[in-house]
């Protein structure tokens, strides 16, 4: 069974700092898909970003960049400068296609409170 | 605004009684998801239909039901509610089954 882990249950910054956020995951699927969404204290779930197994090339739009280590499993969110918005709960999630192929569900970690301060 | 759509935003309802939570998702996606968020569970997957079709189901209980209308919106339906169905219920929509998923912004249950 596919497993997301979000080791880092809460992280406290001061404005300015950069703060990484953790995940590793488990699979036997040899293509997949995996995503970070953020939900703010308003309670959406606002994506953020896509990046499919044959991709390792890391990524970086604004402050936000992330880091996907294929043989270590883990696919590492930083966020440079941290802002009072960036406060949320961040969650990674594996895509895994089920039934034959016919269908996809997402398995998300257990998220990791970031609290950014003046 | 991802542009999926849900309603009611919150919903206060007691033990026993039945619930619709409703969704349309984005234009031009054919498939709708629906996940559950407790505080115990987190994030948990409950069921997808493409296109009017069930495809895959997770955690369902068999208490919960949902279905995809021809004009794509979905329902889901909680029944015999019990005080453990205190949740939020996102919907989420994406183009096919690889392609990012999109939320709404979830319809919070509570269940007194």
């Known amino acids: 069974a596919q497993k997301v882990t979000q080791a880092q249950t809460e992280i406290s910054v001061v404005e300015k700092e950069d703060v990484t956020l953790d995940c590793v995951y488990e699979?036997?699927?040899?293509?997949?898909?995996l995503f970070w969404y953020k939900q703010p204290p308003s309670g959406e779930l606002v994506f953020l970003i896509r990046?499919?197994?044959?991709?390792?090339q890391n990524e970086i739009s604004g402050r936000y960049s992330w880091n996907f280590q294929k043989s270590a499993s883990s696919f590492n969110f930083t966020i440079t400068a941290s802002q009072v918005v960036d406060s949320a709960v961040y969650f990674c999630a594996l895509s895994e296609v089920i039934n034959t192929g016919t269908a996809s569900k997402l398995t998300f970690g257990t998220g990791t409170r970031l609290q950014v301060t003046l | 605004d991802s542009g999926v759509t849900q309603t009611p935003k919150h919903l206060i309802t007691a033990t026993g009684q039945r619930v619709t939570l409703r969704c349309s998702p984005r234009?031009?996606?054919?498939?709708v998801y629906w996940y559950q968020q407790s505080l115990d569970q987190g994030l948990q997957f409950l069921i997808q239909y493409y296109n009017g079709e069930e495809r895959a189901k997770g955690n369902i209980l068999e208490r919960f039901s949902a279905q995809q209308f021809p004009d794509l919106h979905s329902e889901l339906n909680l029944s015999s509610l019990e005080l453990g169905d205190s949740a939020l219920y996102f919907c989420a929509s994406s183009t096919d089954r690889w392609d990012t998923q999109y939320f709404g912004p979830g319809t919070r249950l509570t269940v007194l």
């Open positions: 990046r499919n197994s044959f991709d390792e």
């Open positions: 699979t036997r699927d040899t293509t997949y898909y």
């Open positions: 234009s031009g996606d054919l498939s």
